[in-house]
């Protein structure tokens, strides 16, 4: 096996598939061990209470913040924040970082909905989707992923420190997106809960393998050639 394919195996695919081992294992106890149990048993009243307190402005305001987790909108900010961070820092390290970290729990939370099939909460859905997807929330687990992962890059990258304090704000956005998801009756908590086990776990692999320094991934020999011609 190329050294290349091996390191990346090792590296990213095994801790990622060992992620999604957790996360069925999450779902499977969630939807078949302690579904009757508390603090189970609550979920469905925190369901009805956002239902109960709907209205027009929320209505509004809930669906726009949660477009922002949307396939769509994510894929369209990662690649226009992956294509900054390459013409501005001028390599390939940051842009990397962030687009395998959301794909990395895209992966996770689509082959999870294939293990886990777990009815939505009984309320009034106010989007459409199939109703046996609740566990996770894929909406949360990428916004969490994008920004999460941008604001530990912008951290990193800026110089100010009221600028890096003012970059982990981005965290305040999965956050919306897991509340919006809850009020338009499309997930549970423990849903969006373990939405940010996989989104923050997948920015931790990326960042470990990704953005260390320390780690020495293994080049091939024309890669490096290339990238010698290239700099000179």
């Not at 960042?207 to 024309?222: E, Y």
Request: some cysteine.
């Amino acid at each position: 096996m190329p050294p290349l394919i091996a390191q990346t195996a090792k590296r990213l695919l095994l801790p990622v598939t060992v992620l999604f081992g957790v996360m069925v294992g999450l779902g499977l106890l969630v939807t078949r061990v302690v579904d009757h149990a508390w603090p189970l048993t609550a979920e469905d009243d925190l369901n009805r209470s956002l239902e109960a307190n709907r209205d027009a402005p929320l209505n509004v305001i809930s669906e726009i913040v949660s477009l922002i987790g949307s396939t769509p909108v994510i894929i369209a900010v990662t690649g226009v924040a992956a294509f900054i961070l390459r013409v501005k820092l001028g390599r390939w390290r940051e842009p990397l970082f962030l687009c395998l970290g959301v794909t990395a729990q895209a992966l996770v939370f689509f082959f999870t909905t294939l293990v886990i099939n777990r009815e939505r909460p009984g309320v009034h859905r106010m989007d459409d989707s199939p109703p046996t997807s609740s566990f996770p929330s894929g909406h949360t687990s990428a916004a969490v992923a994008l920004y999460v992962g941008l604001a530990l890059l912008l951290f990193t990258l800026l110089r100010r420190t009221w600028a890096k304090r003012v970059a982990w704000l981005l965290v305040l956005i999965p956050v919306g997106v897991a509340f919006a998801r809850m009020y338009r009756g499309m997930h549970h908590p423990t849903d969006v809960t373990a939405s940010f086990l996989n989104g923050i776990t997948c920015v931790a692999i990326m960042a470990r393998q990704i953005l260390n320094r320390a780690v020495d991934w293994v080049v091939p020999q024309r890669l490096r050639a290339g990238r010698q011609r290239v700099a000179h």
